[in-house]
């Protein structure tokens, strides 16, 4: 479905990716962790379009179209989802009224017919239910005054209204108490289906304790510098990501720092 | 074929004798002194210039230089008021005057009388119907001194609307003052003047608005005084879309008793050269003033608001959010003053500007001006000027949204911030729609 070859980013001049190779099918989780500054977070920007940072080489293919080709809402249409880090607020644009005009731009690039208010209604009060999200936050402007936790039961809501093909979760985790990091992590799994894959981007071990990844792959530097199953992650949170930085050092000597 | 100074004088004090002809009998009436020291006043100032700090930012010149007649009544009044039928807000049941090329286009109106005290008619009958009521407050609250327009104004005034709520009196319905500016023979000057004496714990709405047949060029100089009484609510609502060739110069003033609220929502999408002057006197405790402004200007408009809130007195609050949207060559201007004088102790004063710069050659002057001479008081001011927020357009597009119609969403957002304040429900949604096709049009124009 995913296919990263040899991805290089920069901003300002900065390199920020140096070189990421990433394959993610159909029904597979995948999930990125590195230390802060690692370039998770760029990867992520980087995949949906962000034109802060630059693609200085490499490719990234998604179902065999080029998505360095596409602006942000084409990646969209093509069945790209990011949940954002921080989750932007936008004052006097009503949560449903952005989720429409999302889900019927998506369903226009797809030849399909608009849903009428009904129609979205029906399927917004069913997807509510995924991530428990409380129906006042609806009519609310998009994220503004939202709680953090509420900010990211609505990025898996639009999630789930959206439908896409491959979700990348960019620490969704971050400023959730438990409870609500079960919600949550029970919302995307929910979501899963054999057609569907998701990249989650985290620092920290505890929400891949409930959305089990098949692969791990670990950045360091703007570099995947080990991959393996999801015991993988259990060996980092006990280590530490030096234990991998060291190691990292003794097979890339070059070009680190 | 402009005019020099001495010729703009005297084309108005020509304008003026045939004026005062066409009065007939009424420029016997005592009010009428009021017009004679007007326009003495006129000749002596003329029209402001650049080197006037209030008129530093934007120049009229062109507004003297040009040679605008009084419009006279003509054949094709009934074809005008056909064309004229779609401006009103139908939706507004209240009472309704309509006013064409300044002259009341009687058809349109609707004076029903919502209650027996209740004075809703025309400036010209109440003239001569309410002499004293009239001469105790017109021209009151606006100097003609102030300026050559106010000094124009009060020459050439004789219709608009005229209201007069007694004590007590709530109004279900808004009342609704239509000015239609279309299709004249040469291009005319109107001077719509309105006087709105509201008495004590009354509610009152008023839509006052300003719209345009044809992109003719013309001149509208209007005048409005509102006296809101104790006790009493006053929603004031303003919409100008005048023709993209037109000169809307405007000045309001609200003078305020104690306990009393005013609220104005002035929204200004058309005209080519357009100056909005809103004072409010604080003139007694515990009254509170609320000034929400919108422009939206594209191609080469000029959008002026000068706001003047005046706290004269302790415990009064004020609230202004003024917002401009400006594209194409389009510039803008706010000049915020508020004045706290030394008896206003615990003023609470808040007043913030936004612009949205949507083209580089878009420009605005923003000027907040505190005058503060109390000690005990709490101002704030801010004003931003900035164009779309980058991260909010990648957030709607990465959610599969166009960048066109994102840019639109956030456009529309940040401008409906201030429609959405009004509060007669179906004028708010008739705005919104006037507002979106502005904003449409000024996309198709800049074709991005």
Known sequence: ?257 | MSLSHEQTINHYLESYKAFEKSLNGDSSLPIHSLRDEAITRFAEMGFPTKTDEEWRFTNVSEIAAKRFEIPTLGAGFPEREAKTEKFVFEDLKGPRLVFINGIFAKNLSRLTQSGSDVIVKQLSSALSEHPDLVSAHLGRYISSGVNGFAALSLAFMRDGLFLSVPDGVVLEDAIQVLFVSTEAESEIATYPRNLMIVGSNCRVSIVESYVCIADDSYFTNAVTEIVVGENSVVEHDKFQNESVNAFHIAATHIHQAAHSNYVSNSIAVGGRLVRNDITAVLDAERSECTLNGLSVATGNQLIDNHTTIDHAKANCQSHELYKAVLDGNARGVFNGKIFVRKDAQKTDAKQTNQTLLLSDDATIDTKPQLEIFADDVKCTHGATVGQLDSDQLFYLRTRGIPESKARDILTFAFASDVVSRVKLDALRDQLEAFVHAKLDASRRTNGS
């Open chain 1, 1 to 257: 479905m995913l296919k990263v070859k040899n991805l290089h980013a920069s901003v300002e001049g900065n390199e920020i990716l140096r070189g990421i190779d990433l394959e993610v099918s159909a029904g597979e989780v995948h999930a990125i962790m590195g230390p802060n500054g690692s370039g998770k977070s760029t990867l992520a920007q980087v995949l949906a379009g962000r034109d802060t940072y630059e693609v200085t080489r490499g490719e990234i293919f998604l179902n065999g179209k080029n998505l360095l080709e596409l602006d942000p809402e084409e990646r969209a249409h093509e069945g790209l989802f990011l949940a954002f880090q921080y989750p932007v607020e936008i004052p006097g644009v009503t949560n449903t009224y952005f989720l429409k005009a999302a889900l019927n731009a998506i369903r226009k690039s797809r030849g399909q017919d608009e849903l009428d208010a009904i129609d979205f209604l029906a399927l917004v009060k069913e997807r509510m239910k995924i991530v428990e999200l409380d129906q006042s936050l609806l009519n609310r402007p998009v994220n503004e005054g939202f709680s953090g936790g509420e900010k990211k039961r609505n990025e898996i809501f639009q999630m789930a209204v959206l439908d896409p093909m491959l979700a990348v979760l960019d620490e969704t985790d971050s400023g959730l108490d438990i409870d609500a990091l079960r919600i949550v992590a029970d919302g995307v799994n929910r979501l899963r289906r054999k057609d569907n894959a998701t990249i989650v981007v985290t620092h920290y071990q505890r929400l891949l304790n409930y959305i089990v990844p098949d692969f791990v792959h670990v950045l360091v530097e703007g570099r995947i510098v080990k991959s393996g199953g999801k015991e993988l992650a259990l060996e980092l949170e006990e280590k530490g990501y030096d234990w991998i930085r060291n190691g990292s050092e003794t097979t890339q000597p070059a070009g680190i720092g």
